[in-house]
């Protein structure tokens, strides 16, 4: 899907890198990370914090282990000369998470940069993604939630 763009000019290249990464981004190619992320980059999700490209590096590895397939489909993108916030559309096969069924998680992503991103956070719903695909917590919170 081609993402719709708001800005005073152009995306920053960066942007286009960044989403490139992400179509193309596996356990065993996260050297791609090299080309996008300042080795002082401060990463953010629901799930955890990270610090520095090494440890960037290595929660990727972690989390991509287990990952049959993932894409991207960026929606909107709002940049500025030095920061940019992206929307997107998420499709992933996880072995641990339904049996490989596929997931869909929307998310937002907001990053700040120079010529490599030196701040990226992601916004989405943890429990869309992992606690509700549990078999016990995800009918508990599953009922939470009719509730609310």
């Known amino acids: 899907m081609t993402a719709s763009l708001h800005s005073a000019g152009p995306a920053p290249d960066v942007v286009g890198r ?5 179509q193309e981004l596996r356990a065993d190619n996260l050297e791609l990370l090299d080309n996008v992320y300042a080795a002082d980059v401060t990463f953010q999700d ?8 090494a440890e960037l590096k290595a929660y990727f590895g972690r989390l991509y282990a287990a990952v049959e397939s993932i894409r991207f489909d960026f929606e909107t ?16 096969r996880h072995a641990r998470l339904r049996s490989g069924e596929e997931l869909a998680l929307p998310g937002a992503t ?3 940069f120079a ?6 956070r992601d916004y989405f719903d943890a429990g869309a993604m992992l606690y509700e695909r549990l078999p016990v917590l995800g009918t508990v919170i599953r009922a939470i939630r009719r509730r609310v």
């Open 77 to 92: 993108v709002v940049a500025a000369p030095e920061e940019a916030m992206l929307t997107w559309k998420m499709y992933m």
């Open 18 to 22: 960044l989403q490139a990464l992400f």
């Open 115 to 120: 010529e490599r991103v030196h701040y990226h």
């Open 46 to 53: 629901p799930l955890h914090r990270v610090e520095g490209l």
């Open 110 to 112: 907001h990053i700040r």
